[in-house]
């Protein structure tokens, strides 16, 4: 079983609409979670961390689920300029980053 | 941007080649961590130098091989070039303090190198 699994997409939305990405986790001892967007071509930048309470940053917001070792990002009001790869990542203490596949998302008008 | 540099942005090699890869931390960082990106694949780690020495090492053999400069930049070397070590390749720098790894310690990305093996 892989470290991290995401669901690969692509998913194809129109603008505005609303999109889930789930991910989950092998390691019951990670600690640290997060979600980074990768645009074609780019290096991956960090869109939000993830908290076991849950957050959200306007549009975007994340839920950890420990028990179900489970991770999910909701976009709302979908736009363009959302399309882009999503990945999953976990930390565990002093251990690196370690990524899921990625999801693809593209949002067409 | 992250103010993380790597040079340079292109590389076209052969096998059996040797290539170094270079990587300026953001101003402040102490710690490098290499990734390897192949096509349609998450980010996989390499190793990580903090103060000069290797602190962690993924799934590679050893002819990947690096160095950490006191300013803090990083070198990534391979030798003997296979075609499957065509990919991106990523350097991340963060901040590590005393107390060493903390899971508040986040990475910030310079845009890669992508390398081709011919």
């Known amino acids: 079983r892989k470290e991290v699994e995401q669901d690969p997409g692509p998913f194809n939305v129109p603008e505005g609409a609303t999109v889930a990405f789930n991910c989950t986790y092998s390691?019951?001892?990670?600690?640290?979670f997060f979600w980074y967007r990768q645009d074609c071509r780019k290096e991956p930048k960090l869109l939000m961390s993830v908290y076991s309470s849950g957050n959200e940053d306007g549009r975007f917001t994340a839920q950890l689920n420990r028990a179900s070792q489970y991770i999910s990002l909701l976009i709302r009001d979908s736009k363009l300029s959302d399309s882009a790869t999503y990945l999953c990542?976990?930390?565990?203490?002093?251990?690196?980053?370690?990524f899921g596949k990625g999801t693809r998302l593209s949002v067409i008008a | 941007e992250t103010g993380v540099t790597q040079s340079p942005t292109h590389l076209i090699k052969t096998r059996g080649q040797q290539v170094t890869l270079r990587c300026s931390s953001q101003s402040g960082h102490n710690t490098v961590s290499w990734y390897q990106q192949a096509l349609g694949q998450g980010p996989q780690f390499i190793f990580q130098y903090y103060r000069e020495e290797e602190n962690g090492r993924g799934n590679f053999p050893p002819r990947f091989s690096g160095l950490q400069f006191p300013n803090y930049s990083s070198e990534l070397n391979v030798n003997a070039l296979e075609l499957d070590d065509s990919a991106l390749y990523l350097c991340?720098?963060?901040?590590?303090?005393?107390?060493?790894?903390?899971?508040?310690?986040?990475?910030?990305f310079g845009p890669g190198t992508r390398l081709l093996v011919l």
């Open positions: 990542v976990v930390n565990v203490g002093n251990t690196p980053l370690v």
């Open positions: 390691n019951s001892a990670s600690q640290s």
């Open positions: 991340a720098s963060s901040l590590r303090g005393v107390a060493g790894p903390s899971r508040l310690e986040t990475q910030y």
